[in-house]
Every structure is written in C-alpha cells, then in structure tokens.
C-alpha cells in the first residue's frame, strides 16, 4: 500500500459525517448513499484502494450483475473439466487444461465462446453452449 493511500484512509477515521458525503461525491461522484457513517468509512475505503489498485476484474463484475439480476447462474470452468455437447447430429467434446485452454478438435483456444462460433458458425455464447449457463430457479 503506498504511503497516500494510506495516509487517506487514515483520514477516513477522522472525519465528520459531512465531509464523508462530499468525499463520497468527490471520488465517485454518485448520489451518497443513506448509510451509517461507518459503512460510509468502509465504503470510501474500498472506493479509495479500487482506485488505487483497479477495482474488481471484468470477470468479478459480471458475476455480481448475475447475481444480482437472478436470472441466470454461470458455472464456472475448472482445469480438467470435459464439456460435451452434441450439435447438428455431431458430438463435441472441449477440455479444459490445466493453463486455462481450451482444448477442442485438436487445437487450443482462448474461450468457449470461440469453440461454440467455430462448430456452430455463428456468435454463441460458450457457457451457453455448453450448458454452463442456466436460467436461475425462481
């Protein structure tokens, strides 16, 4: 942690209930939530080192859109798993190796996505594909 963001969520600790709210809207510059002063500390501390080291990864942040609309759960992939899916009266079988491949006729590709385009033809998404993503019970 560098030595500013340190200093500044030090800070956090020392501040009053109203200059929490005008940092709140000075680093994100969204409405302030109506929550405690320390919930607002805590948040501004996760704000502050998500700017300072990027915040949650592309892949985080459409798992926790999923899960928060509740209409879909995507299983996620794991060295070693074999995914089979039958299309046009052909079985495919994808492996997924140890480096995060995915092995399918042969070859090494970066997603599913990319295996489920080349056996279908067009764009599919790779975890539907290959049944990884499903409607969430209701």
Sequence with gaps: MSGDLASQLARLEEMSSADLKSKWRA??????????PSLMRLALAWEL????????????QQKL????EGK?????????????????????????????????????WRSLSEVAREITGTRWSGPAFFGLKRKAAA
């Design 27 to 36: 680093i994100t510059g969204k409405p302030v939530p109506r929550v405690s």
């Design 49 to 60: 080192q998500a700017k300072a080291y990027g915040g949650l990864s592309r892949r985080t």
């Design 65 to 68: 859109n999923q899960l928060a």
């Design 72 to 108: 879909t759960r995507t299983s996620d992939v794991a060295p070693g798993m074999r995914l089979i899916r039958e299309w046009n009266g052909a079985v495919h079988v994808a492996e997924v190796a140890a480096d995060g491949a995915i092995r399918w006729n042969g070859k090494d």
